[in-house]
């Protein structure tokens, strides 16, 4: 490493406001002429005793619900996408592109529509009727209930 090969750090100085007029921040500092944002403090939000705008739009308030997770169905017409023999988990369906990287916590289900022609083994959630239709085939179903 050579001193021409570093990377430059580039730094800027604090601005010290009400040092003379000739430094471009001086006299009012920046406070601008009378009232009370130039003589106190005022609390950030405040609107002159106006119902504050995150008071008057409640609904805006907050992250919302952070236990909310979206649901994605599979069709059994889907999973004939998929190699004959493989086995279906959400691992394997992120890699395939049928889950999205951003809903890997995403609750995936198996719904019947379409016909299956191919032995899976699924290792998430199924419906009823797409059970049948997995078994028929001949496939399997290893999906052990988290709760």
């Known amino acids: 490493m050579n001193l021409h090969e570093l990377t430059k750090i580039k730094t800027k100085k604090k601005l010290r406001v009400g ?37 008057r739009l409640p609904q805006k308030r907050g992250l919302g619900n952070i236990n909310n997770s979206t649901k994605i169905t599979l069709t059994t017409k889907q999973l004939n996408q998929l190699p004959a023999g493989s086995t279906v988990n959400e691992k394997t369906l992120i890699e395939t592109g049928f889950l999205p990287k951003n809903k890997a916590r995403a609750k995936v289900r198996v719904v019947l529509k379409g016909k299956l022609e191919k032995k899976l083994i699924l290792e998430i959630p199924v419906s009823k009727k797409a059970k049948a239709m997995i078994e028929k085939v001949g496939g399997k179903i290893i999906y052990e209930n988290p709760a």
Do not use: C, W
Request: hydrophobic fraction near 20%; glycine fraction near 28%; avoid cysteine.
């Open 19 to 55: 040092r003379g007029e000739s430094s471009g921040k001086g006299k009012t500092a920046g406070r601008g002429m009378k009232g009370q944002k130039k003589r106190g403090k005022v609390k950030i939000g405040f609107e002159g005793g106006q119902l504050p705008i995150y008071q």
